[in-house]
């Protein structure tokens, strides 16, 4: 090979090795955005985004309040296991005494007057020589209902600015403790009165109550917390007739086993703003209207004053 061909190769050489280098380079600055002065390409992720706040029932759940029926079911199911059908036969709860009924007592001092009232023989239910019928237990439980009401208007002289859900906590606490129990309560109680249902709430869940009772004051403490329920809204009870004591639809009734439903007046809509409404249980209302076996059958009286 001449000297003139080798020269002519070499210089051939280098310009193709120009030309790879310049093209290399124009793909690297394409592909890479941060040298071609581009936006450079997101970090890569971090920790995922927390899911939103499910609230105090959790997810899908919505809170509501309840209701005067659902107030009397929840008690009812404290009290026995048979809810508002309730115990027709003597028994002894765990502290051993005499029960009937939805959770009545028959060591306290009215017991024979209470029975007597409703059409019972004392002696008799209590020796197991006699039942309740649906009727009585009922007419039971609906006085024990109202004479709670009464407690927790001196208990809780703001009763009606609760809702119907902290309501009935309180109602179910007089239930299982009665109102001189309850009225222990002193720092719940002047937690509740003041608004401060989370240091109430504590103030259960720190007691002896709460290890004794189980079940139930974790059910009571969580509605005190919270304010509400979580469960869906139970169907409608069908109203009975129109009362011939009380004008208009029956509003709340409430639907025992075996035919029985009463029902009570509501107070007016609170235009105050201080709360009550339609549902709440005053005392100076003096009736429950009872419905049994297609027909009223009369009214209870209530001794609440």
């Not at 941060?34 to 390409?41: F, I």
């Not at 009464?150 to 902290?166: C, E, I, K, Q, W």
């Not at 339609?278 to 609440?304: A, P, Q, S």
């Amino acid at each position: 090979m001449s000297e003139t061909t080798r020269r002519r190769r070499t210089k051939a050489v280098r310009l193709l090795l120009g030309v790879g280098a310049a093209t290399v380079a124009a793909t690297v600055l394409a592909t890479t955005p941060a040298l071609a002065g581009g936006t450079p390409p997101p970090p890569p992720p971090g920790k995922p985004t927390d899911p939103p706040d499910p609230g105090p029932c959790g997810p899908m759940k919505t809170m509501r309040d309840m209701d005067m029926r659902e107030i009397k079911e929840m008690i009812a199911r404290h009290e026995s296991p048979n809810g508002l059908a309730g115990d027709p036969h003597v028994y002894r709860d765990s502290r051993g005494i005499p029960t009937v009924g939805i959770g009545f007592n028959l060591n306290r001092a009215d017991a024979a007057a209470a029975l007597a009232a409703v059409g019972a023989n004392y002696a008799d239910v209590l020796a197991g020589r006699a039942d309740l019928t649906q009727l009585q237990t009922t007419l039971l439980f609906e006085q024990a209902m109202a004479e709670a009401y009464s407690a927790a208007y001196r208990l809780v002289p703001g009763f009606d600015n609760l809702s119907m859900s902290r309501q009935a906590v309180v109602l179910d606490m007089i239930f299982n403790l009665g109102p001189t129990g309850v009225a222990q309560f002193q720092n719940m109680l002047a937690a509740i009165n003041r608004g401060d249902f989370e240091a109430a709430a504590n103030e259960m869940a720190s007691s002896a109550w709460k290890t004794q009772v189980g079940t139930r004051a974790t059910h009571d403490i969580a509605i005190m917390r919270r304010g509400g329920v979580c469960d869906p809204k139970p169907l409608p009870v069908p109203p009975p007739p129109v009362s011939p004591d009380i004008p208009g639809i029956p509003v709340n009734p409430v639907r025992y086993p075996n035919d029985v439903t009463t029902i009570q007046p509501s107070s007016p809509p609170d235009t105050t703003g201080g709360g009550g409404g339609v549902g709440h249980m005053k005392c100076n209302f003096t009736r429950i209207e009872v419905y049994y076996e297609n027909h009223w059958v009369g009214f209870l009286d209530i001794y609440c004053a």
